[in-house]
């Protein structure tokens, strides 16, 4: 899947800047080299050059670098053309080294080229992706750590037990003439739940890591007028949705990003549900409940003010059973009551004031609480996670599961084998060691292009 041809890209933002990056990477760019700058610069030296176009004229002047394989990021030739950061300058450079022989990069196909020519692994490639679309300090925090090798040395050091696990009962196997005695069946177990162990402690990391990488999507969903966009304003401090005694002021969804403790919060403001006669609200109502649908959490929110147990009920059956919700008692400055958290677990509720404020503290600190996030701080002693990872993390823990339940057999030690097998082969998907090509399209498409 290596390709040998030659790949060119702009690697700086759209849009005009002091300066402006080209990205080259192939085989043997002594030819392109010397179409664009009359030879090939010293290795790893900064030097000043013209960039010429096919008649020698000058397009631009920058800083030239270039490194050579295997010592660079894709392990190849690279030649990087620092010059001004004008559009109509880079796309006129870009040209020139598609003229000269390379072909415009496809998403992400830099960093590939890293992973395929065993520069990182797929773990760290991912995270170099997680860096560009960190939202917080934490989490790009978080994502230099996977980018380091932490999460692929705690998965590579999980392999190895797996591996020396697997060696033990191996040999077992090879010799059936011999008894299993005692102090072999005990070492199994005391070996599989050390495994056990260290995978618990991983997919914990892995999951704090994914919550400051992926954030956690919560939907603000009510009647009309119960003071949705107010609460909207007063979370992300700012007035981003207008706020009237109108009903159906909120015609359709508004997504705002707040950080609590580093954790990235998308909030969505949506329509009142209501039975309405207007065509443009029902719009909103109907991208109401898709909103519900894709959120991670729901808050419901209620006039304190007024008893509408019928309308709450209402609401209430649109929202899935599975999702978590907090319900959000507003208004409570009306009835001068104090800020207050009731109820636990599936049921919740949370009093406050969306217009002045109080409580707003108590509701950000639920939502840690009920997304489970446990590190107090941020990005230390986590990993960057995505969804893969976390699915791969619980393949391996549902193959260990099941691994346990033979230790107590002599007779099922195949078995055993077979499914600490299996985990090893769920745990080394996420290094990129076992890897799909269609999995690999998939997790490089999403990168931007010269990166």
């Known amino acids: 899947m290596v390709s040998t041809d030659i790949i ?4 700086t933002p759209p849009g005009k800047g002091g300066i402006g990056v080209i990205r080259i990477s192939g085989r043997n760019l002594k030819h392109l080299a010397e179409t664009l700058l009359g030879n090939l610069p010293e290795p790893r030296y900064a030097s000043l050059r013209k960039f010429l176009d096919t008649d020698g004229q000058i397009i631009d002047q920058g800083i030239a670098l270039y490194f050579p394989a295997p010592n660079s990021y894709t392990g190849e030739d690279i030649l990087e053309l620092q010059g001004h950061g004008g559009p109509a300058v880079m796309n006129l450079l870009l040209n020139q080294c598609l003229s000269a022989g390379a072909r415009l990069a496809q998403p992400g196909e830099f960093t590939l080229r890293a992973y395929l020519n065993n520069k990182i692994d ?33 998965i590579e050091e999980l392999v ?20 299993i005695d005692n102090l072999q069946v005990l070492q199994i177990k005391e070996r599989l739940n050390d495994v056990h162990a260290q995978l618990e402690q991983i997919f914990a990391a892995a999951r704090q890591g994914n919550l400051l990488q992926e954030g956690i999507k919560i939907v603000l969903v009510g009647a009309p007028n119960v003071g949705k966009s107010s609460l909207l304003n007063q979370l992300v401090e700012d007035d981003a949705a207008i706020v009237t005694d109108i009903p159906g002021t909120t015609r359709d969804t508004i997504q705002r990003t707040i950080a609590i403790a580093g954790v990235p919060i998308h909030i969505i403001d949506t329509a009142g549900l209501r039975e309405t006669s207007d065509v443009v609200e029902q719009k909103g109502i109907e991208r109401t409940h898709a909103a519900i649908k894709n959120a991670n959490m729901v808050l ?14 209402q609401i209430q059956k649109c929202i899935p059973f599975d999702k978590p ?3 959000v008692f ?15 677990k599936t049921d919740i509720s949370i009093h406050l004031s969306a217009k002045t404020g109080a409580g707003i503290e108590l509701l950000r600190q639920k939502i840690l609480d009920i997304v489970g996030w446990q590190f107090n701080q941020a990005g230390e002693g986590v990993f960057m996670a995505r969804q893969r990872h976390l699915e791969a993390l619980k393949q391996a823990k549902a193959h260990l599961d099941n691994a346990q339940t033979f230790t107590e057999n002599e007779s099922q030690l195949e078995l055993l084998a077979e499914e600490l097998r299996l985990a090893q082969y769920a745990l080394s998907a996420i290094t990129g060691q076992f890897t799909a090509d269609d999995l690999l399209g998939e997790i490089f498409s999403h990168f931007c292009i010269g990166k």
């Open 325 to 327: 919700l907090i319900t």
């Open 122 to 154: 797929l773990i760290q490639a991912e995270s170099v992706a997680a860096i560009i679309e960190a939202s917080t300090y934490e989490a790009a925090r978080c994502a230099i750590n996977s980018l380091q090798g932490q999460f692929s040395a705690r």
């Open 8 to 11: 060119a890209a702009i690697a």
């Open 330 to 344: 507003n208004k409570i400055d009306l009835l001068n009551e104090q800020p207050r958290i009731e109820g636990e």
């Open 300 to 313: 419901q929110l209620v006039d304190s003010n007024q008893h509408q147990p019928d309308m709450k009920d």
């Open 160 to 179: 190895s037990l797996l591996i020396t696990l697997r060696m033990l009962i191996e040999a077992i196997l090879d010799f059936p003439e011999d008894e």
